[in-house]
């Protein structure tokens, strides 16, 4: 990000690569193995992130980049998801105060799971948790993180991008799930700024598909989050992309397409066998996509980011043990 | 090794690092986090290797040191598990034939696991796998790889050692399962030269308990494999630690601990769970000494080697689903 531009630039990258390094893990590109033993694609495993996604990158970055007023004051987000993990978990890891908006609608053991890094959670309607969490940073001069829409946030998500092109030399194409944007602008910018041969080729749930549709037709749209939420992969249930996200998105990205419900359930099975990584619904939609011969071919390696491993022992074990063992 | 000790050097442990750099990946060290967001220890995730277990760096160390002719001739071992894939792969990767003498009671899947690296398959009755494995090597000239006593391969999962040190600066305690030994023979020769104040705990199942066994008595003790065979562990139901190992595990491991069955199986789901990554029985052991309370406390961060993640997809989704999410 510079004067000129909003776009966050290789320096914001590699100094949120810096800031990082003691929080978040470096994480593996496993490759994912066929049961005839070919390896399509590989996996970038986002999943062993300690909050068991890439957000933890984002949100970690934001803290470290706190002045000392502002670490004072803590900081506060509005997110039911891994966001919200993320958030909790960088605040406790850098010794700041954070405070977790939370719809109260959403599940309890995703509350649970943002109450052991020690952040205070605030319950709210669903409708008001924009407001709240805009009060609260108004009221005590707390920092808000916001989930996607966000210099600081893109930069620290764009660390997997500067990864993947160090670990994997013949690098062809980056398959990403999107939702709000903050990931695949980040990897976009950082694979663009170091390879631009490198294909970015973005992924959707069919039903949460905004981005598609937007990509379609040359402008952002917004779904009701009654439409996206019906999707399987309850991380990617935001109604649009953000705003500096579509920007970066129409500058550095390739393509979008968009997989099924059933194809993004078969993808979870797919890596877990193929490449032994436990991946919830919304991570296995860039293999998902892969798998269903949606991103194309052209040369090079084809690395799929598994964003997330935060999956419901139940579903994960229904998902294991399908036989279809069906690969590319 | 040296004219002087048969025990594996740093240089040995070196000098395989550099020769699996291309072929294995360096795993990560990932963090075990339980529902109340304690760490209570962390993982060396092995599973990750292209063949789904740390076998592959062994094999690949010895295939990296033939010489031209034993490259033309080939390389040839017996077994039905980790080390079979393990030879078959590092030998297709580095463009040797390679022979697997497998026996007739092997399941299928395991075979066929094998066989998609492009291996040569020769089945046997169980008692003649030694025998025909020898008497490949004396016929073709093709280079015998045993599954751990062997220094090369001992070298090979050493590599394992050096990793851990370097990725866990405040290590403290190491903990590694145990079944011929070659891991931990590795291991611990790597953790003791560079890090002589870190502990090396080695685990066996209660049912293959023959080092405890032997450790206790002060020499090396056989069991019958009828025995070995009884644990849920496939990968630890070897008779006996080689000679080599033996020398390795007296020089350097600190303590011999056991656990059993229901703790093994019960491990395969916290690490599933709190670590998001797959794991075998056999992989889940050291894990489960740890979950016991049977490693003992001390300064530092304890690192349980979870060795591999072949695991029969009906197995691993019994063991997630399961509901106890109790870590230590």
Redesign the interface.
């Known amino acids: 990000m510079t004067a000129d531009s909003p776009l966050v630039s290789l320096a914001d990258l590699r100094a949120a690569a810096e800031r990082i390094a003691g929080t978040c893990?470096?994480?593996?590109v496993?490759?994912l193995?066929a049961?005839?033993?070919r390896?399509p694609f590989a996996v970038k495993?986002e999943?062993?992130q300690?909050t068991?996604a890439f957000k933890l990158r984002g949100a970690t970055n934001a803290v470290a980049l706190l002045d000392d007023e502002q670490r004072r004051a803590g900081v506060v987000t509005h997110s039911s998801g891994n966001h919200a993990q993320a958030v909790a978990y960088a605040a406790h890891a850098a010794g700041v105060r954070a405070t977790i908006v939370i719809p109260e609608t959403a599940p309890a053991i995703k509350v649970?799971a943002t109450r052991?890094?020690?952040a205070e959670i605030v319950m709210v309607a669903p409708s008001e948790r924009h407001a709240r969490a805009e009060k609260i940073a108004a009221e005590t001069g707390a920092e808000l993180i916001p989930p996607y829409d966000d210099a600081r946030v893109i930069a620290g998500q764009g660390t997997v991008g500067l990864e993947v092109v160090e670990q994997v030399p013949d690098l062809g194409t980056v398959v990403v799930p999107v939702s709000g944007g903050g990931l695949v602008s980040g990897i976009a910018a950082a694979v663009k700024a170091l390879r631009p041969d490198v294909r970015v080729v973005a992924v959707e749930p069919e039903l949460a598909g905004d981005l598609a549709e937007g990509w379609a037709a040359g402008e952002r749209r917004v779904w009701s989050v009654e439409d996206t939420s019906r999707t399987v992969a309850d991380g990617l249930r935001t109604d649009s992309v953000g705003v500096l996200n579509w920007e970066h998105i129409t500058a550095y990205v390739d393509d979008v397409v968009t997989v099924s419900e059933e194809e993004i359930l078969a993808a979870v099975?797919v890596v877990?066998?193929g490449?032994?990584?436990?991946v919830e619904p919304s991570g296995a939609v860039a293999a998902a996509a892969v798998l269903a011969g949606r991103v194309g071919g052209g040369a090079g390696t084809t690395v799929a980011i598994a964003s997330g491993?935060n999956i419901d022992?139940?579903l994960?074990?229904?998902l294991?043990?399908?036989?279809d063992q069906t690969v590319v």
């Open positions: 893990l470096r994480t593996p496993v490759p193995v049961p005839d033993g390896v495993a999943g062993l300690p068991g649970a052991r890094w020690g099975g877990v066998r490449a032994r990584l436990v491993a022992p139940s994960l074990a229904a294991v043990g399908t036989q």
